[in-house]
Nanobody, 116 residues
Framework: QVQLVESGGGLVQAGGSLGLSCAAS????????MAWYRQAPGKQRELVAT???????NYADSLKARFTISRDNAKKTVYLQMNSLKPEDTAVYYC??????????WGQGTQVTVSS
């Protein structure tokens, strides 16, 4: 059974930084894409960033200047470094992994709260 465990969320002041990590465990074949999504209260879940097996990245246009996604394939872990955080970045952040088969798995989410 595949499990994704996120860590690193919390409360930070506007302008601060926070790093998230998400480690996958279980019987996992090679992971294709790993990604971060977020969902703010009353809003739909939105894509933050993705990273492929070979390290190609894609970001939401509004976030690419402040957020950085990375991964460690050996550790089956994806990271999200968030800088210059704003109150509107407050959300539950979810990691996702997608296998080459197309099957996807989600983490349980970690809360990020940015105070003004």
């Amino acid at each position: 059974q595949v499990q994704l465990v996120e860590s690193g969320g919390g409360l930070v002041q506007a302008g601060g930084s926070l790093g998230l990590s998400c480690a996958a465990s279980g019987s996992i074949p090679i992971i294709n894409t790993m990604a971060w999504y977020r969902q703010a209260p009353g809003k739909q879940r939105e894509l933050v960033a993705t990273i492929t097996l070979t390290g190609s990245t894609n970001y939401a246009d509004s976030l690419k200047a402040r957020f950085t996604i990375s991964r460690d394939n050996a550790k089956k872990t994806v990271y999200l470094q968030m800088n210059s955080l704003k109150p509107e970045d407050t959300a539950v952040y979810y990691c996702q992994l997608e296998l080459f088969s197309g099957r996807a798995y989600w983490g349980q989410g970690t809360q990020v709260t940015v105070s003004s």
